[in-house]
T-cell receptor
Framework: NAGVTQTPKFQVLKTGQSMTLQCAQD?????MSWYRQDPGMGLRLIHY???????DQGEVPNGYNVSRSTTEDFPLRLLSAAPSQTSVYFC???????????FGPGTRLTVT | ELKVEQNPLFLSMQEGKNYTIYCNYS?????LYWYRQDPGKSLESLFV?????AVKQEGRLMASLDTKARLSTLHITAAVHDLSATYFC??????????FGTGTRLKVLA
């Protein structure tokens, strides 16, 4: 199993550009989520999904969109990037009956 | 609204010493997690604590949970340099949300 994978690893955007951060998992987990981590802070939940077609907002959803068309993939879209979205983004999935989250390697995003 | 506080935020300790990291949370929860993060890396799961009085140990690390006090501790025994990292606790909020503490940056000095 590859576990949770994320692409790209690094990205630089200009203010106003759009992009999609990709996340995939091959463990057949229903629950997936996106977090952002800012320097000196813990992770903050952006959006999460409990299955294909079902998504909900976390703590800091503004400026981000998600959709879940398959169990495997959970992309995060930035429609109009802002410098405040400069951060490291982590995707995670949660196994059933284990309560344990598995994190991807992260995407480091810089918005200039 | 669930809030999670960790202390200390920074911890510098000598090898061989013992210390405890504290994680307090503000509302009832049925699950608490501890993670380790090395610089520039992702999060590594250390412990999942699901019930009052739960205690788990792995090597020099031991985690415990007191749901009545809304407190979890991560105890480090005889620290070694390899334990230098940032440690996060995270608390379950409702069924699907997780709130993280701000982390404890641990540096073990030789």
């Amino acid at each position: 199993n590859a576990g949770v994978t994320q692409t790209p690893k690094f990205q630089v955007l200009k203010t106003g550009q759009s992009m999609t951060l990709q996340c995939a998992q091959d463990m057949n987990h229903e629950y997936m989520s996106w977090y952002r981590q800012d320097p000196g802070m813990g992770l903050r939940l952006i959006h999460y999904s409990v299955g294909a077609g079902i998504t909900d907002q976390g703590e800091v959803p503004n400026g981000y969109n998600v959709s879940r068309s398959t169990t495997e993939d959970f992309p995060l879209r930035l429609l109009s990037a802002a410098p405040s979205q400069t951060s490291v983004y982590f995707c995670a999935s949660l196994g059933p009956n284990t309560y344990e989250q598995y994190f991807g390697p992260g995407t480091r995003l810089t918005v200039t | 609204e669930l809030k999670v506080e960790q202390n200390p935020l920074f911890l510098s300790m000598q090898e061989g010493k013992n210390y405890t990291i504290y994680c307090n949370y503000s509302t009832t929860s049925d699950r608490l997690y501890w993670y380790r993060q090395d610089p520039g890396k992702s999060l590594e799961s250390l412990f999942v604590l699901l019930s009052n009085g739960a205690v788990k140990q792995e090597g020099r690390l031991m985690a415990s949970l007191d749901t009545k006090a809304r407190l979890s501790t991560l105890h480090i025994t005889a620290a070694v340099h390899d334990l230098s990292a940032t440690y996060f606790c995270a608390v379950g909020s409702g069924t699907y949300k997780y709130i993280f503490g701000t982390g404890t940056r641990l540096k073990v000095l030789a």
